[in-house]
């Protein structure tokens, strides 16, 4: 003999906390003031990252023309280096031969 389990089911009210039955939906002027408050904020979020970027971009300027002073310097070392080695093994053999 096997018994049988029958399921009860008990259907429960769902309970609304904080929320009442008659509550008015916000009017138009309500959404619009909202979007606007909304937007305003998202205009000054963008107005500040767009002059970050606009810092960040004159930052790399400045970096930029530093690097290209600090290599036109090293080419000029690295040219008169050269010059010096040259200059040397040009009077090298002639001191040699007196």
Do not use: W
């Not at 009442?20 to 305003?40: G, H, K």
């Amino acid at each position: 003999m096997q018994k049988e389990h029958k399921k009860s089911f008990v259907v429960r009210k769902r309970s609304r906390i904080g929320h009442s039955p008659l509550t008015t939906a916000p009017t138009l002027e309500d959404r619009s003031d909202d979007r606007e408050v909304q937007n305003q904020a998202l205009q000054d979020q963008l107005s500040a990252l767009s002059d970050d970027l606009n810092d960040t971009r004159a930052g790399l300027a400045d970096v930029k023309r530093s690097a290209d002073g600090k290599m036109d310097a090293m080419i000029g070392y690295i040219i008169l280096i050269m010059v010096l080695v040259t200059l040397v093994v040009c009077v090298i053999p002639l001191v040699r031969k007196k």
